[in-house]
Nanobody, 123 residues
Framework: QVQLLESGGGLVQAGGSLRLSCAAS????????MGWFRQAPGKERAFVAA????????YYADSVKGRFTLSRDNAKNTVFLQMNSLKPEDTAVYYC????????????????WGQGTQVTVSS
C-alpha cells in the first residue's frame, strides 16, 4: 500500500510559479513510477507528467513541456512538480499517482492516488 499526500497548491498570478509536492508513505516508494494529473472544472482528468522510479525517464504533456519540471527524491519519499510561467489554463486540481512499474501516461494504469491540491492561476 502507498498513501500519497499532495501539497503546495494555491493561488498565483499568470506568469508566476508554484512547486507541488507529493509525499508518499511506504517503504517501497522507490520502486514506483510517479505521475501527475490534473482536472480542470468541467473537464476530464488529464496527464501532466510522469517519472520513472529512478528518475531517469521523465515524460511531459505537450501543454506543460518547457514550463514544468518533475523530479523525485527517493530518500524523502517525495516527488516534486515545479511549475513555472503558469497560465490561467493551468488552473485545475492536481493529483499525484503511483504506478508499480514503468512511467505511464494513462491514468487507469496507476494504482494509488492522492486527494489532490488546487492550483488557481489568475489572469
Amino acid at each position: 500500500q502507498v498513501q500519497l499526500l499532495e501539497s503546495g497548491g494555491g493561488l498565483v498570478q499568470a506568469g508566476g510559479s508554484l512547486r507541488l509536492s507529493c509525499a508518499a508513505s511506504g517503504r517501497t516508494f522507490s520502486s514506483y513510477a510517479m505521475g501527475w494529473f490534473r482536472q480542470a472544472p468541467g473537464k476530464e482528468r488529464a496527464f501532466v507528467a510522469a517519472i520513472s522510479w529512478s528518475g531517469a525517464s521523465i515524460y511531459y504533456a505537450d501543454s506543460v513541456k518547457g514550463r514544468f519540471t518533475l523530479s523525485r527524491d527517493n530518500a524523502k519519499n517525495t516527488v516534486f512538480l515545479q511549475m513555472n510561467s503558469l497560465k490561467p489554463e493551468d488552473t485545475a486540481v492536481y493529483y499525484c499517482a503511483a504506478h508499480a512499474g514503468t512511467a505511464r501516461r494513462l491514468q487507469y494504469e496507476y494504482d494509488y492516488w492522492g486527494q489532490g491540491t488546487q492550483v488557481t492561476v489568475s489572469s
